[in-house]
């Protein structure tokens, strides 16, 4: 089949272990569903056409099984991937679930819980090297507070990037290949939590030991939750070179976290996003954490990650017909978007400040350029809809 919409290994699709598997547990019910052993979910996703396949230390391992168990755990999982060609894109540490995290992990009020936070990301970037994932996330699930009188947050940020330029040392000093992405998310678990936007975790960074070592994991669901726009800030994550991984899910606005199947919800912004993503040159996977509804099962879980990946193949094809399309060059030139590209001043001189300032516009015809948003606009609903 060629039409384009059949997800294959080079789209670089990929799931983590906590996703499709999810059992459907939620604050108010018990799981719905039985939960995937990691063998049949990489089995499985070699099935659907996809890539690669991110897990927590806790998604693989048993947390606190003597080490042979764990040991075994793991060598099934490698056993799985060498014989699916299935690889091993990212991996993450799970520090939000045990009730010790319930005050944060790198961030918790108590030192031995982040002493041994840090531990459990040492132990686990082990084996994150071992099954040659390039890249570590750390969301900061229950780093953050709910009454602001628990926390004085410029220690917890200080102690935020101690945690993260110690994890850089050691991973510079084994010599391993692996960079870190920070996922931001505005609250849930916590009322607040640290790093909450693409933007905060963006400055943030500019004060770590090892900068280059740390870029972003930004989630669809995560922005919209706050209410900004998953597009532009992604764009800026591009714009900085920081853009390591991503999260593709969808979301409603102003609700909990909710995970749902991409493109499910905010298509247009999942338009523009897809259309960014495939002409910005970035190469790294196209991961979704996403789960299916709670009321579905079976083969319906199947069914919602085929769904993730074809609605990305279906918006990528779409954007390409979209800028091919002679009406939207002409609406864009319109708008003046090539115009945007086309530098302003250029590098400060005197001379050029000097002759800047003796220019004469007028402001009346200035303002008279209309823009023709409206059509442009309208182009790529239509583009949407399919019509
Ligand atoms: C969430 C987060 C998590 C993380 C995952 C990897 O809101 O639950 O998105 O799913 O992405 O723990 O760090
Ligand atoms: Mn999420
Ligand atoms: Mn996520």
Redesign the pocket.
């Known amino acids: 089949m060629s039409d384009g919409l059949t997800p294959r290994p080079e789209h670089k699709f990929s799931f ?1 272990l ?1 996703t499709i598997g999810h059992p459907g547990r939620d604050p108010f019910g018990d799981a719905t569903r039985p939960p995937i052993d990691p063998v049949d979910f990489v089995r499985g996703l070699a099935k659907i056409g996809a890539w690669g396949v ?1 897990f ?1 230390d806790d998604d693989l391992m048993t947390f606190g099984a003597p080490e042979s168990q764990r040991r075994a755990e793991l060598d099934r999982f490698k056993a799985a991937l060498a014989e699916t060609g299935i690889v091993c894109s990212m991996a ?1 540490t ?1 520090l ?1 679930w045990h009730p010790m995290f319930k005050d944060g992990a790198f961030t918790s009020n108590d030192r031995n819980v982040r002493r041994l936070a840090i531990q459990k990301v040492l132990r686990n970037l082990d084996v994150a090297a071992e099954l040659g994932a390039p890249t570590y ?3 900061g ?1 229950r780093e953050g507070v709910e009454s602001a009188a628990s926390k004085e947050p410029r220690d917890a940020l200080d102690r935020y990037k101690e945690a993260l330029d110690f994890l850089c040392g050691y991973v510079r000093d084994q010599g391993y290949a692996i960079r870190f992405a920070l ?1 931001p ?1 505005p609250n ?1 678990p916590r009322g607040d939590t640290f790093l909450p936007t693409i933007g905060h975790a963006l400055g943030f960074i500019q004060m770590l030991e090892y900068p280059e070592m740390v870029g972003l ?1 930004p ?1 669809v ?2 922005e919209t939750m706050a209410g900004l726009s998953f597009y532009q800030g992604v764009a800026q994550a591009l714009w900085q070179g920081k853009l390591f991984h991503i ?1 593709l899910n969808d979301q409603k606005i102003g609700r909990y ?1 909710q ?1 749902l199947r991409f493109g499910s919800e905010g298509i247009k912004d999942d338009f523009f996003l897809v259309r960014l993503l495939e002409a910005s040159g970035y190469d790294g996977p196209r991961h979704f ?1 996403a789960r299916p509804y709670r009321n579905d099962g079976g083969e319906g879980i199947w069914d919602f990650a085929r769904g993730c990946m074809r609605t990305y193949l279906v918006l990528a094809q779409k954007a390409r017909e979209y800028d091919l399309d002679p009406r939207v060059q002409e609406a864009m030139a319109k708008a003046g978007v090539p115009e945007l590209a086309e530098s302003t001043v250029g590098r400060y001189s005197a001379d050029s400040a000097a002759r800047l300032k003796a220019e004469s516009f007028e402001p009346d015809r200035l303002a008279d350029r209309t823009y023709g948003n409206e059509a442009l606009d309208q182009l790529v609903i239509d583009r949407i809809l399919g019509v």
């Open positions: 983590g906590w991110s927590h993450t799970n939000f996330v750390l969301w699930g996922e998310k849930e994991n989630e669901a995560h999260d976290d995970d954490d």
